[in-house]
T-cell receptor, first 108, second 112 residues
Framework: GQSLEQPSEVTAVEGAIVQINCTYQ??????LSWYQQHDGGAPTFLSY????GLEETGRFSSFLSRSDSYGYLLLQELQMKDSASYFC?????????FGKGTRLHILP | KAGVTQTPRYLIKTRGQQVTLSCSPI?????VSWYQQTPGQGLQFLFE???????NKGNFPGRFSGRQFSNSRSEMNVSTLELGDSALYLC???????????FGNGTRLTVT
């Protein structure tokens, strides 16, 4: 089947680093995307990995390994405003498949 | 540029009724896609439109339909509403098929 697996919740401390994993059981897709959604808000695009390797955008980095069917989002220097849900997504057969999201809790 | 605009923000309907939701994409974006978001199922793809043509459709019953107009604005319609249709319906636009999605704030539909 086509599915993306993410942990449902992750907790980290302000100022720390956290990694949110995304494993998938689908192939033939166009890259891996990450979106952030705050409570009551719209998902917003964070990053896209078209190829294997690491993409860095400020405090956020994303990684993809097609051979391991695995990707992750890395958030550094965590801030309270990073408390949100994070979704990984792929596009396959012109349909977008989202993981069920990881709720990130940040402790002061 | 203005972002993606969805109307209405909130809607309450009763079972058996039908509903139409509206989405205005970012200016210049020709691709519009729709998603249903629920706590149990997450974000699920409904359909995508490009240049007034439906390019693909997710695994939803025929009660869910949509269309796109020449100005790229899109509507989705749900007929014969069921309690399980209660959800946040999100619209997203993008420049082309593989560009990042820009989401609207959604329409919260409650079916009673």
């Amino acid at each position: 089947g086509q599915s993306l697996e993410q942990p449902s919740e992750v907790t980290a401390v302000e100022g720390a680093i956290v990694q949110i994993n995304c494993t998938y059981q689908t192939s033939g897709f166009y890259g891996l995307s990450w979106y952030q959604q705050h409570d009551g808000g719209a998902p917003t695009f964070l990053s896209y990995n078209a190829l294997d390797g690491l993409e860095e955008t400020g405090r956020f980095s994303s990684f993809l390994s097609r051979s391991d069917s695995y990707g992750y989002l890395l958030l550094q220097e965590l801030q309270m405003k990073d408390s949100a849900s994070y979704f990984c997504a792929v596009k396959r057969d012109d349909k977008i498949i989202f993981g069920k999201g990881t709720r990130l809790h940040i402790l002061p | 540029k203005a972002g993606v605009t969805q109307t209405p923000r909130y809607l309450i309907k009763t079972r058996g009724q039908q509903v139409t939701l509206s989405c205005s994409p970012i200016s210049g974006h020709r691709s519009v896609s729709w998603y249903q978001q629920t706590p149990g199922q997450g974000l699920q793809f409904l359909f995508e439109y490009f240049s007034e043509t439906q390019r693909n459709k997710g695994n939803f019953p025929g009660r869910f339909s949509g269309r796109q107009f020449s100005n790229s604005r899109s509507e989705m319609n749900v007929s014969t509403l069921e309690l399980g249709d209660s959800a946040l319906y999100l619209c997203a636009s993008s420049e082309d098929f593989n560009s990042p999605l820009h989401f609207g704030n959604g329409t919260r539909l409650t079916v009673t």
